[in-house]
């Protein structure tokens, strides 16, 4: 039963640390991706309107 306990608690420990690692990557991901948008918006003439789509969309 102890064993069985172990392995249980280490499937447990292994997925959380997976789960873990796949949010900060997807955190990575969003974070590029809106200072992409930053820099695409300060380096071309969008008027207003273009913006708050722009800002819209990638704060969804």
């Known amino acids: 039963v102890i064993e069985d306990i172990n392995k249980y ?3 447990t ?4 640390l997976e789960l873990l690692k796949i949010k ?3 955190q990575q991901c ?3 991706s809106r200072m992409i948008l930053m ?3 300060n380096n ?3 008027d207003t309107d ?3 789509e722009h800002a819209q969309f ?3």
């Open 24 to 26: 900060s990557e997807l």
């Open 44 to 46: 071309h003439d969008i």
């Open 30 to 32: 969003c974070h590029k």
């Open 13 to 16: 420990k292994s997925k959380k």
């Open 58 to 60: 990638f704060l969804l």
């Open 50 to 52: 273009d913006e708050d």
């Open 39 to 41: 820099e695409l918006t």
């Open 9 to 11: 608690q280490q499937i």
